[in-house]
């Protein structure tokens, strides 16, 4: 099998999923995007959070060209990304019981504000306790998943439930078992993931939906532009000047 026949299978893959979502979860990111217009309108603050590979969709929003200003990462260290040393300490990181909280007891979300968790799995300990501990503090939580690890996996949390069980509205990624979109004879294991491409669409939608809601009410929402274009560099220091306290990347 030649190599580019693999990589049109893979976008057309990747393609199908996007397809999918947009067809399948369409209500729910119009939903989403109205919840994140409410945060802001009600002078709330927007988080993200992710750990290992979700991390990456949840950072592709933060002080982004063409995204919301408010949009803060909220960090657990040593698992956003992956570059702690060794790698595999993120991933059992994510099993500890207790470190949800103890982030949130220590950031600067309150009660009023939106969380997006994003896991592809939702087993595991870290993000199922970070939408229930950020729920039991008076955010809204929006859960960024996989449904189908929910029926075809077992929970790691000893509630035996998974992130879509803890969440104000769940936005289901469609990503089947294993996250791997291709096979080939000589190839042993299954490959091509295409969580990052389609988690980090969903995240983009639901943040184009909430810019045009906000504006639908009369709101001009805070936009960021690119640096790299002439006057980029002033129109970004007004917003950030404007909405200081809700934007926590500078500090």
Not at 25 to 31: C, K, L, V
Not at 97 to 119: E, H, K, M, N, Q
Not at 147 to 162: D, E, K, L, N, Q
Request: with cysteine; proline share 4%; aromatic share 6%.
């Amino acid at each position: 099998m030649s190599e580019s026949k693999l990589a049109g299978q893979y976008f057309d893959a990747a393609i199908g999923l996007l397809q999918r979502v947009r067809d399948e979860e369409a209500a729910r990111i119009e939903a989403a995007g109205a919840l994140v217009a409410d945060t802001v309108a009600a002078g709330g603050r927007l988080f993200t959070f992710g750990a290992g590979h979700s991390s990456l969709p949840a950072q592709d929003v933060v002080y982004r060209a063409g995204g919301l200003a408010l949009a803060n990462l909220l960090p657990v260290p040593g698992v956003v990304g992956v570059d702690v040393v060794p790698a595999t300490l993120g991933s059992a990181l994510e099993r500890v019981d207790g470190l949800a909280g103890a982030v949130l007891d220590t950031s600067p979300t309150r009660a009023g504000d939106l969380l997006f968790v994003i896991s592809l799995s939702g087993r595991n300990a870290l993000p199922v306790e970070m939408a229930q501990n950020a729920r039991a503090l008076g955010l809204k939580v929006i859960g960024v998943t996989s449904v189908a690890y929910a029926t075809g996996t077992t929970s790691r949390h000893s509630s035996g439930t998974f992130l879509k069980d803890h969440c104000d509205l769940v936005l289901d990624s469609k990503i089947p078992l294993g996250d791997a979109e291709l096979t080939a004879e000589g190839i042993g294991a299954p490959f091509g993931p295409a969580s990052t491409v389609v988690t980090s669409a969903v995240m983009q939608a639901v943040m184009a939906t909430a810019a045009g809601e906000l504006a639908s009410r009369g709101i001009d929402p805070p936009m960021l532009r690119s640096g790299n274009v002439d006057g980029g560099h002033e129109w970004n220091g007004r917003v950030m000047a404007e909405y200081a306290d809700r934007i926590f990347y500078r500090r």
